[in-house]
């Protein structure tokens, strides 16, 4: 799927069928089976992850033009803190807004800073990952730039807070997978559905980045991920954080699921590949290849 700036929803492009499906998905099921929703589906699961035809990944460069390259310990987003606001852009054409908000899950509140990332995608637009609990933060950050996408990796709060503000204000689609739409629903309504459906081996073409679409599934039954080759970079959403696979709340929803996720697909990836997750800093494939071992 390529475009420039987005194309607009007709009315008669329901979505209907794909909310009637995710329906009737339970929100922790084990079973992922393939149902057909190609209708506004990005890809047809022809690519392969990081076949973009651009060779080699290309070395990284913090803000200040530091290689980064070998490890992370230059990467501007690999700071530990906690605080609220926006670091970057960084070499790449990468912006963290770091936002801060409560997160309701299993009947117990959490207090959470989660990151949204905004993506370069050429000299006008950017694509805007996970847009958290701050949508005016967000927009401020992405400027008079315009706003190609609004792609959510999964919808819990932290991912999905601020899209349809975001996504409105920018005149965006939202981009999500079809079996989260019971958790959309729970924390936006059925009024404002995401109108393109994201599967794993899916692609998009925006502007100038080619990202593909990774299955993540365990920690929700439709977690994506978002994989930028020419950037050596994936957005990992809550699959994978420093150090450890991300919790739902205090809580692993499908540890198996989610360990064979991130196995299979994020530490897969170029050890240089930089992990830019919903929460923390960033880290690498290469990093957290050497703790895969102990979370098994």
């Not at 057909?36 to 033009?65: C, H, I, K, L, V």
């Not at 609004?150 to 932290?158: I, L, R």
């Not at 204000?169 to 729970?186: K, Q, S, V, Y």
Request: glycine share 12%; proline share 5%.
């Amino acid at each position: 799927m390529f475009w420039k700036r987005k194309p607009k929803q007709k009315d008669d492009e329901s979505t209907e069928a794909a909310a009637e499906a995710a329906a009737d998905v339970e929100e922790e099921a084990e079973e992922v089976d393939s149902e057909d929703t190609g209708q506004r589906s990005a890809g047809t699961g022809n690519e392969e992850a990081g076949e973009d035809g651009n060779g080699d990944a290309p070395e990284r460069e913090s803000a200040s033009g530091e290689d980064t390259s070998e490890d992370d310990a230059g990467d501007v987003f690999a700071d530990d803190s906690e605080e609220v606001g926006v670091t970057g852009p960084d070499g790449d054409g990468i912006t963290r807004v770091r936002t801060s908000g409560t997160f309701e899950f299993d009947g117990e509140s959490y207090e959470v800073v989660a990151n949204t990332w905004i993506v370069d995608a050429d000299g006008d637009g950017v694509v805007v990952i996970d847009p958290g609990f701050d949508a005016e933060a967000v927009l401020e950050a992405v400027g008079k730039r315009e706003i190609y996408l609004v792609a959510c990796t999964n919808a819990y709060a932290p991912h999905i807070a601020g899209a349809i503000a975001v996504a409105e204000e920018g005149e965006a689609d939202i981009a999500l997978h079809p079996r989260e739409m019971r958790l959309w629903r729970r924390y936006h309504g059925a009024e404002h559905r995401p109108e393109i459906e994201v599967e794993g081996e899916g692609s998009f073409q925006i502007g100038d980045l080619h990202i593909d679409v990774l299955a993540l599934p365990g920690s929700s039954p439709g977690t994506v991920g978002y994989y930028v080759s020419a950037l050596d970079a994936v957005f990992s959403g809550d699959t994978l954080r420093k150090g450890e696979p991300g919790m739902v709340g205090d809580t692993y929803i499908d540890y198996t699921t989610q360990l064979a996720s991130i196995g299979e697909r994020l530490l897969s990836l170029p050890p240089t590949t930089r992990i830019l997750p919903d929460r923390g800093p960033a880290t690498t494939s290469g990093a957290e290849s050497k703790n895969f071992d102990d979370w098994v």
